[in-house]
């Protein structure tokens, strides 16, 4: 242990005030988060000055849900509480909340849920309250952790409903508002999803009986969102609630928390602001600290750094260029105090933090607005600045390390650098401190808590430390770890049987071992066992005895496995409602299905290309499993029956699905998918982006491949690492990584390869597992100079075109299409079979490859000026009058011309750069195979071309491309509808409105856009379904394919307040219009209630 006091002078005077008496002020709890309803992480508690290491727990590593977003980690450590002589710990891993003896860390007792515990328990009196992903908010009896009553976040009306959610599974609604407590009434959160329903609810502490419930939070219309838009969103509560100036305030993810009268359940005036967002939220007396740089006002919801309020009338109501310093959700930052955060410590007016190694205490009670001055771009702003005095700052000495957690305690401050800890007395007068002990733990703490005498330290790695000074040795509680028994023979091979008649067929070298296997019931508890030492699965049991149960979950935690690679979920197997296609094999060892409804649920849990199910078949069942079997389409399910069961193994794609193997869906270039399966409404399928699942990339602006779809697999390319990923479609489970040593990638996906250009050659990889099956260099013309690489890839059954680009931008900056990234010299093309180069032309000046179109026996490609060229010759005068642009039509076996089409065009200087600017300026094309017709344009001006001959068949003053080809129409980006055939505008109005950097795909039922928030609109219905908590990539990332919509992350980096920033999947869903509300809170309307803006005051309840 280091020196506890920094001068032999100090330590004797702690030593005399200790022997007279001064400080022995009561012992003092620690009950909940951050330890009171306003989660200050204040305590009354003075801790003894020689602390000394009692004893350490060793827990398991910390599972936070979003380890790629920062904002979301409310679950960054575990987060004890402490009353009495009792330590409580919930956890993510294993769903069990723990209560340990404070003296010696020994185990009092444990309580198990169905889910992950993320957040710190709630006690009052002898009640410990606490919500879990299972979707229930638990009260416990403090004593012996016996359950006193449980309730649903959400409605008792709705279903128990499960799907696959960070990795594991879980509620649709589980309970991620944190629970806090006010007058013998607990309120929290559920569900994060507002188009599957998102829900407050206050209940009973004595009774258990639910006070209110809003279920309109899910629907928030005219509210104000990122770049000063109003827009529909919708609260998801995800954060530690908590209690002050009377509200109840509700951390809304990345987004801003929301103030909720905690009487009546209905919502104050909401900002969801534009930046500063943050799931940790603190008071701080007249303000809420939110996440590292966002202050928000309690009286009327905005931030703090907000001129919107004095500019009235000049405020502007949408984003304004000159005004971005008025906007309502502030543009620029206005917090600059270091050590000033949601991590802060704050008591009577002082705030207290830590910022690399630097302790700062702030009198936030005299904290002032301002305004400064900051360029953007050419313009000269004045954003509004908020800064407290600085009553005094305390170099650790420590470093620069990250600081977690610092609380007070008495008048002392406990803190951490990095893994040593530190406490700091505060002088009397209050104008400086001085450190006086340190103490170092093996990792990086994550929480602190000061409780009886006691001081409790939770560390990254699952760690639990209790420092106190009663005498005792230390004690150390290592984690159980018991290896399972090796099966036997018959039992290894009963675990065969079941998973070598799917795809995972365990044991062979050259298959895939992984994927998921439910056990629904069991007939014995050494089938798991066998499963999961014979192969690599994530293994989901059903089970209703709660002793079989308790014993399997202990067995699994003792090896390590549990949560992991094992959840043991106590439920009705016959009733338990799966995630459709969730399983590679779903084994039903419960025959109590007696009905067609029952077994047909079972088949739903299996996955499309080789997912199993083994049902038991008795005398019951045996009559209803035949029925079901006979309605079963042969083409898409192999049947074999044995004497006590039947193994259904779904040999294929879902019927009425389809793959989307491009960027742009087709070689055609079609942007349109023919799934028919991926209609409205859409409940989510998975989400979550971690180790071993998801896929998350940064923003891109048009840079990056857009993800693909094809025999059941997800495939992204993230630029910035360099690496191809693919997923399982179905549950988000990753399959493979393939680095590719160069960020300039683009490919193609089929169900049996997965096409990639790099550099100067095209590699063809095994879908499976990623390996390569095969690398074609290209042939190119050695008198083209430069650095080659490749800038697109066009797949159709017997071709492979790869576009080859020169000195293409390097690493992943913005910039890149500017500098040529949609540019190609040179189109190789080779044969599919035999991996032949076939032939290879090249350019006069360049080929756009939005231009390059696969047809039928016929390669289209535009030749032309690259519009930044052309722009440049504009500005210098230089430039002729028009330019030309060349469509030529190649013969697919040899690459020789059939045909080609000349076509001149002028050119305006262009006002912007970047993809969204330079698209419209650029030659595109498509082919439909429906009309025979090549579709081609450039700026407004669009031609129907007989795609055979090149003949003219129609021009139209028809631009926003790219356009969706369906089988008698086609879309463009303007959302109206023109007949395929003759060009004709078959819509009076736009199907549909964008907002964002993106544009349109479609399907046969729906488009899928942004309109800020990721959406998709129902073309019969006429209607629009925005998710409302999150946005899909700077290009479009939301691919209809294999019966899903599919959406991988590509939105890291976006700072914007969306609640969520995740990867996910969606599938048709008819229920969840059942538990969603069109009766929207209309939050504009609040705001215009006011009859005074300055000053703010608190504003009424929503009706």
Known sequence: MLARYQSAVLGTLCVALFAIGIRTLPAADWPMWRGNLKRTAVTTETLPVDLKLSWTRQLPRHQVAWPNEERLQYDLAHEPVAVGDRILVGSPLDGNLSAFDANTGDVLWRYETNGPIRFAPVVVEDNVLFGSDDGYLYCLNLTDGILRWKITGAPETHPRRWHLGNDRLIS??????APVVKDGVVFFGAGIWPSMGTYLSAVEIETGKRKWINQRIQFLKNVRIDHNYLHEAGLSPQGYCLIADGMLVVPNGRSMPARIDPETGKMYYYVQGYRNGDSRVTAAGEVLLVGHSGVVNLSDGREVGNRWVEAGKNAPESWSTPKRDLFEGPFSAYKMMPGCSYRTTYDKGISYGVEKGVVYAYNLSKAKKGQYEKKLGAQTVKPGKWEAPLLWKLDTKLGNGVTHSIIKAGNTLYGHVGATLFAAEIAADG???????????????????AANQRLIVSCLNGNLHCFQTKPQQHKYHQRAH??????????????????????IKAGQADSVKAGYVVLLGLESESLPNAILQIAEVRLIIIEDDAAVVSRLRKKFRDVNWYGNRVQVIQANPDTFQLPHYLADVVIDQSPAAKNAIAVKERLNVVRPYGGVACLMVNEENRAVIQQVIAGLDTQHWDVKQQQDKVILKRVDALPGSADWTHECSDGARSYYSRDKLVKAPLGILWYGDGPGHGFHKFKDY???????????????????????TALDAYTGRLLWNFDMETSIVRFATLPDAVIVGRNSECVILNPVDGSIVKTLPCQLDPALKGEPGVVDVRVSD??????????LPKGSSHPAIESGLWDAKTIVAFDRKTGKQLWSTTAKERFN??????????????DSIAPLKADHL???????????????????????????????????VMTGRGPLAIRPYDDWSAYSYQSKFLYTGKLKEMQAINAATGEIVWEKPIGMQP??????????????KYDLLTGKQLSASPLFKRSGCNYTVGNQNLLFLRNNCATYVDMDQKKEFSLRNLRSGCSNSLVAADGLLSVPCFSTGCICNYPLQTSFAMVHQPEVSQWTTDDPIDVKALRDEQTSLTPPIPLKPAK
């Not at 048009?702 to 191809?724: I, S, T, W």
């Open 431 to 449: 104008k400086s401190a001085k450190l006086f002990w340190q103490e170092k733990v093996e990792e990086t703490v994550g929480s602190l808590i």
């Open 798 to 807: 017997p071709l492979i075109l790869i576009a080859v680009g020169y000195d």
């Open 172 to 177: 649709y609604w589980p309970v991620r508002g």
């Open 702 to 724: 048009g840079r990056g491949v857009k993800p693909q779809v094809a025999g059941g697999r997800l495939v992204a390319f993230d630029d910035r690492a360099k690496r191809l």
């Open 482 to 503: 018991v290896p399972l028994p090796a099966p036997t023979a018959e039992e290894t091979q009963a675990a065969f049987a079941y998973l070598d008649a799917s795809s």
């Open 849 to 862: 490859i939005h231009s390059i179109v696969i047809g039928e026996g016929l390669i289209y490609c535009t």
């Open 963 to 976: 356009l969706m080809l369906y089988d008698d129409s086609f879309i463009n980006q303007a959302g109206i």
């Open 874 to 908: 504009m500005r210098r005068g230089t430039a002729p009058e028009t330019f030309t642009s060349t469509v030529l039509a190649l013969d697919a076996a040899d690459g020789t011309v059939k045909w080609k089409y000349a076509r001149e065009y002028g050119h305006r």
